[in-house]
Nanobody, 126 residues
Framework: QVQLVQSGGGLVQAGESLRLSCVASGGTFSRYIMGWFRQAPGKKREFVAGISKNGGAIDYEDSVKGRFTVSRGNAKNTVYLQMNSLKPEDTAVYFC???????????????????WGQGTQVTVSS
């Protein structure tokens, strides 16, 4: 019954920036570990970034470290992904996801997450 609604995707040139947002409703946002995944054409969905329930722990896939920043505003029920210095290989559909589980650790596999956003397209041209 939890809904995740995403916004902020688009078409940009290499080196430019985008910020994705994901707004949750129907649950207690602060109880969820939040993750970002992406899926490029012909490829499996992969982990991009995750953030703990209180924002104190963060995990990134190696290729986005130093360029992407994940954050959350629990009062607004929103998780963000700030994407700087975008590269063509970042082109994908991006998904936010919520993990409601006893574990407090950030998961990198799809199976850890219970709820998913609708996905938003990010296209980076060279």
């Amino acid at each position: 019954q939890v809904q995740l609604v995403q916004s902020g995707g688009g078409l940009v040139q290499a080196g430019e920036s985008l910020r994705l947002s994901c707004v949750a409703s129907g649950g207690t946002f602060s109880r969820y570990i939040m993750g970002w995944f992406r899926q490029a054409p012909g490829k499996k969905r992969e982990f991009v970034a995750g953030i703990s329930k209180n924002g104190g722990a963060i995990d990134y896939e190696d290729s986005v470290k130093g360029r992407f920043t994940v954050s959350r505003g629990n009062a607004k029920n929103t998780v963000y992904l700030q994407m700087n210095s975008l590269k063509p290989e970042d082109t994908a559909v991006y998904f936010c996801a919520a993990d409601f589980a006893p574990s407090s650790s950030i998961g990198t596999s799809e199976g850890r997450y219970n709820y998913w956003g609708q996905g938003t397209q990010v296209t980076v041209s060279s």
